[in-house]
């Protein structure tokens, strides 16, 4: 195929990148898969096949991540869409949270995100062509009661991923933010989920009840990830892409109920909003 993409697909061992992983192999393209571990148990597991090279990838070292976008290059000789979807959740009060915790929640689904866009972009702007795909959440449109640090570092991505559509477009590159809602994927396990160990009992109304929910909404999520995976797909083949693209009625949802209030607000505090510039503006 004189026309094949080449995919670099970060935390594709499970869950939503897996799904993703899936669905550009099935339409022939190329794709660099990354892993934390066990890079030969993923290959296996789909049969070993041509077009897909695994490279072991912790996305916090910036050093492994320029020789994983390397690896790609020289296997296949270019990277046309990069999907960042390694990161990971913390359930945690925003006071809960240790400063660990927040941190190491940032180095991952932030910095990490940095780290591997930092490595791949000069492949594509030397082609001047490309698209970059960062996979934020619903929690990065709206605030969850729980959610709160974690849904701050996907607010970061979905900010970033606005700047680098704006300065990125004159280079022939894309840039798109995928919000997907509640997913039927790992994501509320242990293995992708972290919970604060410093519970506080004042939040127990609160944050205490989304714990227990989070629990028994394990495996029940509306969402299909198989469905995501191909809208994935499809997305890196439009000629205009989206900026946004939220997935899932409970995404959609979530943002228009969260620009409604933002307009009732605005609407009752218009005059003072108005109000703050110089007498001469």
């Known amino acids: 195929m004189t026309n094949q993409k080449v995919w670099f697909i970060t935390g594709a061992a499970r869950g939503i990148g897996l799904e993703i992983l899936k669905a550009v192999l099935e339409t022939g393209d190329n794709v660099v898969a990354t ?137 022939g590159i894309h840039a798109t933010v995928v919000a997907p809602g509640f997913f039927r994927t790992e994501f509320l396990d242990t293995s992708s989920l972290t919970r604060s160990g410093n519970i ?24 299909d990830p198989v469905k995501l995976a191909k809208a994935i797909v499809q997305v890196a083949n439009a000629e205009k892409p989206p900026v946004h693209l939220p997935l899932g009625k409970d995404s959609l949802q979530r943002y228009r109920e969260k620009t409604a209030n933002f307009e009732k607000d605005i609407e009752a505090w218009h005059d003072v909003i108005t109000g703050t510039d110089h007498d001469d503006v």
């Open 200 to 223: 506080i009992p004042d939040y127990e109304e609160t944050v205490g009840e989304i714990r227990k929910i989070a629990t028994q909404a394990n495996k029940k999520q509306p969402g």
């Open 35 to 171: 892993v934390r571990k066990s890079a030969d148990s993923l290959a296996d597991q789909l049969g070993n096949p041509e077009n897909l090279q695994v490279v072991l990838l912790d996305i916090t070292d910036e050093q492994q991540a320029v020789e994983a976008a390397n690896q790609a290059i020289e296997k296949f000789g270019k990277i046309d869409v990069l999907v960042n979807n390694a990161g990971y959740g913390l359930l945690s009060a925003v006071e809960e949270a240790t400063a660990d915790e927040v941190r190491n929640n940032f180095e991952t689904n932030v910095f990490g995100l940095l780290n591997v866009t930092r490595a791949v972009l000069p492949h594509m702007r030397h082609k001047r062509s490309g698209h970059i795909i960062n996979i934020s959440s619903v929690g990065g449109l709206s605030g969850y009661i729980g959610w709160g640090v974690y849904g701050s570092t996907k607010f970061a991505v979905e900010g970033l991923t606005e700047a680098l559509a704006l300065e990125l477009a004159p280079l």
